[in-house]
């Protein structure tokens, strides 16, 4: 986790403009009674929603109902998408709304967030504390990663949302403040104060 304000890494910005122009393309085609153009739309983004959803509920087959129901929510809200944000912006703020509520009603908790080396979205996270490919960096991954589950499962969660839309799931400030519905220079300062509390428990780890 960097304590600057940079990117782990940062998606092409062409890529990103031709796949928004793309889902909006098809957002159209959905507004005019087209229902193949939202099942793209589900094929291209299903694998991202259920691992977003995931972060809240733990249990597979019961994030996977919350994910069915926050593609039906998009599909019904469909006609009120202007294409003012990304259509995926739009979509991910559907679908932790979802899940929240799911949590709400269920009177339970959000799942704890568990960092996975193996993974290697999530092992980016680590990649600037230290050198893996070591004995001693490999010894000591396992004992970073406890401390960085530990301090976000701690976060509140509007620090947590923030950090994990920015690090796992490579959102740009400007599409985590559409998604989290409030200003950038608030989700500037929620990821700088969860970076800070990450820097600060893992320190002592890097000396």
């Keep these: 986790m960097r304590s600057t304000e940079q ?4 998606p092409a910005a062409g890529a990103q403009q031709g796949s928004a122009a793309s889902d909006l393309a098809l ?23 259920l691992k977003l959803i995931m972060r809240y509920v733990r249990d597979s087959s019961e994030a996977m109902d919350v994910a069915q129901e926050a593609f039906l929510k998009a599909y019904r809200a469909a006609p009120s ?9 739009w979509l991910y703020r559907i679908a932790i709304n979802t899940a929240k509520n799911h949590l709400v009603a269920m009177g339970r908790r959000p799942a704890h967030f568990n960092l996975d080396t ?7 996270v680590l990649t600037d504390l230290h050198d893996l490919d070591t004995p001693e960096g490999f010894a000591q991954s396992d004992e970073i ?8 499962r701690n976060l509140p969660e509007e620090l947590r949302t923030a950090i994990l839309l920015r690090e796992i799931e490579g959102m740009s400030y400007e ?3 559409q998604t989290m519905e409030c200003p950038v220079g ?17 320190a002592p780890l890097l000396r």
């Design 7 to 10: 990117r782990l890494t940062e």
């Design 27 to 49: 957002v159209r085609r959905v507004q005019q009674g087209d229902r193949s153009a939202f099942d793209l739309l589900v094929i291209k983004y299903q694998h991202k929603i």
């Design 81 to 89: 998408f202007r294409g003012e944000s990304a259509f995926y912006t």
């Design 118 to 124: 193996q993974d290697p979205e999530q092992s980016e």
């Design 145 to 152: 990663r406890d401390v960085i589950n530990k301090t976000i």
């Design 175 to 177: 599409e985590i403040a």
């Design 186 to 202: 608030t989700v500037r300062s929620r990821i700088f104060r969860a970076r800070e509390a990450i820097d600060r428990e893992i």
